[in-house]
């Protein structure tokens, strides 16, 4: 029976104030567990205005933690995010990337200061409610996606390693979005009707190009047409552009008089770091839009061993993005090149490419 399997164990359940870390600690809780909540509190700069929801999240944890019987703890690694995350999301940042902080505070944060911190108060596992599997196989453990494809975390979660999969339990695995919610009121937690967060990892939801240029100067430059060079606008920084970007160029009611469907859209196709040029193109199908091979570098395996190269595996460049099919044309320990059947749309240096075979995840890289 679990419950006596787990009886006397300890797991440090990461609560973030939300209804999924709740769930899963009384899930745990249900389990036999002896559950320890922790929450973290990461962010520091701003802490007072209005995008910064620590507080209340705090006040959400203890209001969980009290209906379901288990003490909260709460840690400050702001210090540690700020020199593990957030600096590094700057440097990509300025070097004309477009960083991914979750996949950076999964594995240095979330799965690292956390789990060392709670090592410390004698746990045997830590938790989080990630949607996501882990499971021993053949002596090696690996990430799985979640049951609920709708939610799969396994994107960002890919540069976990072996010792920290070894110490993680992932209660949400099997379960559905709609029925953590209804376990949610029907153990009478408040939260189970609190609204998803979004936004970047513990810095919360802000408009983000205000947010980045407190910390990164704006330097304008030209808006230029890919395909004939001309000037179409100013933009303030290609810090703020990102590939596939169509919101917030203020050019949309040019005309590309040289081609049928002079209405279309434009869309971010590259950017000319040397010469601070935002090249633009029209129309979601434009051939710079699209490619059928990325380099990554920057590499984290799961299993500690490389994929094989020119077996057929999926890939996603993006979060939500379906499994594209792939195969792996080269690998080294520093970088690899991997080729899709079909040209992907929009990738993005600084992303990652993950790489799945069926519902395991293998790892990834930093597109390049």
């Known amino acids: 029976m679990v419950i006596s399997e787990n009886k006397g164990k ?3 359940v990461g609560l973030s104030g939300g209804v999924d870390s709740s769930v899963a600690a009384l899930l745990l809780k249900e389990q036999g567990w002896n559950v320890i909540g ?8 701003d802490d007072t205005d209005e995008y910064c929801s620590s507080r209340q999240d705090l006040i959400d944890v203890m209001s969980v933690a009290d209906k379901i019987g288990i003490d909260v703890e709460v840690v400050n690694f702001a210090k540690e995010y700020k020199e593990r995350v957030f600096a590094e999301f700057l440097k990509e940042y300025q070097a004309g990337r477009t ?7 999964n594995s240095e944060i979330k799965f690292r200061a956390f789990l060392e911190h709670a090592l410390t108060l004698g746990a045997e596992k830590i938790a989080t409610g990630h949607y996501a599997g882990v499971r021993e196989f053949d002596g090696k453990f690996q990430l799985l996606k979640a049951e609920d494809g709708t939610k799969d975390q396994s994107y960002f979660l890919h540069r976990l390693n072996q010792q920290q999969l070894s110490k993680t339990l992932f209660p949400l695995a099997d379960i559905y979005k709609r029925d953590v919610r209804r376990m949610a009121l029907q153990a009478d937690l408040h939260v189970a009707v609190k609204k998803d967060s979004t936004g970047i990892c513990f810095i919360g939801e802000r408009p983000f190009k205000e947010f980045l240029m407190r910390y990164l100067p ?11 060079e001309r000037v179409l606008g100013e933009h303030d920084g290609l810090t703020f552009h990102t590939i596939g970007q169509r919101k917030g160029l203020h050019i949309g009611g040019t005309k590309n008089y040289a081609k049928d469907g002079e209405h279309d859209a434009w ?5 000319d770091m040397v010469n601070n040029v935002l090249y633009v193109v029209q129309r979601h199908d434009h051939p710079a839009l699209l490619v059928d091979q990325l380099n990554a570098d920057q590499l984290s395996w799961i299993s500690g061993e490389m994929p094989h190269p020119h077996w057929v595996y999926g890939a996603k460049t993006r979060y939500r993005q379906a499994d594209a099919p792939c195969e792996i044309e080269r690998i080294d320990a520093a970088s690899c090149l991997i080729r899709f059947a079909e040209a992907q749309w929009a990738v993005t ?4 490419a993950v790489v799945y075979e069926s519902r395991v995840c293998l790892g990834g890289g930093v597109i390049v």
């Open 10 to 12: 300890t797991v440090v």
């Open 267 to 271: 869309f971010v196709a590259r950017k």
């Open 38 to 45: 922790l929450f973290m509190k990461n962010w520091e700069d």
């Open 349 to 352: 240096p600084g992303q990652s």
């Open 99 to 105: 960083p991914n902080p979750d996949v950076l505070c």
């Open 218 to 228: 704006p330097k304008k430059g030209e808006i230029r047409c890919l395909d004939d």
